[in-house]
């Protein structure tokens, strides 16, 4: 038996956490490959659509990531999304998936080294998951 | 009825009567033959009410309104949707048997002329239920219920506050153009959107052909959003729709109600 690869997206802001994502590969740091990044403009501009079609599709989880709350480019953005993602959390929960699936955090350009933390962690907290039961359901 | 015609100063009453012997929504003017009036409406008068308002100019309206109906208006009105100056409420209360079909928990306008106000249970058996199922049980119910979809869209059609001009969910991206069920993402992007407004009036579980139990997963969202945020819809007192605008903002330049 081959070992559970869990496929993750993550939606990236193109303004603080696609520049941390590529300073961490700069830098060369080590990370689960098993992630694909998505870049978006503000992490706002993540429906919470999208979260739950990509998991009702059979992604094991999803990460969005922003800028640190007051150094959004585009001055509030983030602040609406800290609304909109644990919400959908939750919302996910009542219908049966669990919450940890999906995963708000913030990295800035600086932070390479936390960009590659929040990944590992993620990976790992999804391997203990196990893969989505909707990959399975068919529609 | 006509007491209130007068007390209010309108210049049109939105009411529903019997005609052809079923109950129908009928807008009445100053000195108009009222007919057989009706309060057991069906349907939310706040929807009606939204399709009325644009034709009125700057007449004044009465409805008769339901607490659901007076939340509704009340988020209406946050949106930019209706002048709440123009229209006054004839508030309307449920009674036992119309409060227990809802398993309403907040069935008393803030203003009654009509009926008697009835005291109504806090809690909900059914989400109750629902809730203390385990997480993979509550995949299977909700898979099973989704999966008996047919995409008729009458839980948005129904809905007094689905007033966005292009529903998302008619997009493609995210509800296929063919064939049914709509898929498992379908109901829950429609409690996310409904996540900041949503009334608990009950109109999408009773338009429903397919029996989802859909007013059970509303009020599991409100409650998410009430321990989130402190926030009930449909109360007078905050100004700004929760999920798209920051604390305290208006609608002021933003159009995208959704």
């Known amino acids: 038996m081959t070992e559970f690869k869990p496929d993750i997206l993550a939606f990236c802001c193109n303004w603080c956490s696609y520049a941390g994502a590529d300073l961490a590969g700069v830098n060369r740091l080590q990370m689960p490959t098993n992630v694909n990044v998505v870049r978006v403009m503000c992490s706002a501009s993540v429906k919470p659509e999208y979260v739950i079609k990509a998991l009702s599709q059979g992604i094991d989880g999803v990460l969005v990531l922003g800028c640190h709350i007051g150094d959004c480019h585009y001055m509030t953005g983030n602040h609406r999304t800290a609304k909109r993602i644990p919400l959908t959390a939750k919302v996910l929960e009542k219908v049966g998936i669990d919450s940890r ?38 529609f | ?63 008769v309104a339901r607490r659901c109906d007076e939340k509704a208006i009340a988020e209406m009105s946050k949106r930019g949707l209706l002048d709440s100056g123009k229209i006054s409420l004839i508030g309307l209360a449920c009674d036992a048997e119309q409060v227990s079909e809802c398993r309403c928990s907040d069935p008393c306008p803030s203003k009654v002329h009509i009926g008697e106000c ?50 998302l969910l008619e997009e493609k991206t995210f509800t296929p153009e063919k064939g049914i ?19 608990e009036c009950g109109e999408c579980e009773r338009a429903c052909p397919a029996d989802i ?46």
């Open chain 2, 213 to 258: 139990p859909l007013l059970a997963l509303r009020k599991m969202v409100n409650r998410d959003v009430k321990e989130l945020f402190g926030f009930v819809s449909g109360d007078g007192e905050t100004t700004s729709p929760l999920l798209t605008t920051l604390d305290g903002d208006s609608m002021e330049g933003d159009n995208d109600v959704c």
């Open chain 1, 101 to 138: 699936r999906v995963k708000l955090d913030w990295v800035s350009a600086a932070e390479g080294d936390k960009f590659q933390q929040v990944i590992t962690e993620f990976v790992e907290e999804i391997k203990g998951l196990g893969p989505n039961p909707l990959r399975e359901v068919r």
């Open chain 2, 1 to 63: 009825m006509r007491i209130a015609f007068e007390e209010m100063k309108a210049d049109r009453l939105l009411t529903a009567r019997t005609e052809h012997g079923n109950v129908a929504p009928v807008l009445l003017a100053r000195g108009d033959e009222p007919g057989e009036l009706r309060t057991d409406v069906p349907y939310q008068m706040a929807n009606i009410l939204l399709r009325v308002v644009p034709y009125l100019g700057s007449d004044k309206i009465a409805v």
């Open chain 2, 118 to 167: 009835v005291k109504a249970s806090p809690t909900d058996k059914v989400v109750e239920d629902l809730l203390a199922k385990s997480i993979s049980e509550r995949l299977e119910f909700w898979t099973a219920q989704f999966r008996k979809c047919n995409k008729c869209f009458g839980c948005t059609s129904n809905c007094p506050v689905c007033f966005c001009d292009e529903c």
């Open chain 2, 181 to 199: 069920p709509p898929g498992f993402a379908f109901h829950l992007i429609r409690s996310i959107h409904l996540a900041d407004k949503c009334v």
